[in-house]
């Protein structure tokens, strides 16, 4: 069965970094744009970043721009979120999940991985 599974999410301090790793399996990777959304408590899904197949192009909302990268090793089926400069605002369960643009469209999600930023 097709299973996305995150880590690396914890706490981190305001100007920390955290590296977000999403394991795929039970699906053609290497075939799949793949995409971070984020919700923050009493908010609704943003898409965060995504990153085509083969990795030639990348998304990156405003909000994140500068501060996170996102890369996929398809020879380990994952997908990973570097996150630097770390703000209290980005605090959320962050998803990876199939699929590229607004979260709605997305087919296959993990079960999320919380990041909380505060001092």
């Known amino acids: 069965q097709v299973q996305l599974v995150e880590s690396g999410g914890g706490l981190a301090q305001p100007g920390g970094s955290l590296r977000l790793s999403c394991a795929a399996s039970?699906?053609?990777?290497?075939?799949?744009?793949m995409s971070w959304a984020r919700q923050a408590p009493g908010k609704g899904l943003e898409w965060v970043s995504g990153?085509?197949?083969?990795?030639?192009?990348?998304y990156y909302a405003d909000s994140v721009k500068g501060r996170f990268t996102i890369s996929r090793d398809n020879a380990k089926n994952t997908v990973y979120l570097q996150m630097n400069s770390l703000k209290p605002e980005d605090t959320a369960l962050y998803y990876c999940?199939?699929?590229?643009?607004?979260?709605?469209?997305?087919?296959?999600w993990g079960q999320g991985t919380q990041v909380t930023v505060s001092s």
């Open positions: 999940a199939t699929g590229w643009g607004e979260p709605s469209g997305y087919d296959y």
């Open positions: 039970g699906f053609t990777f290497s075939s799949y744009a």
């Open positions: 990153i085509y197949s083969d990795g030639s192009v990348t």
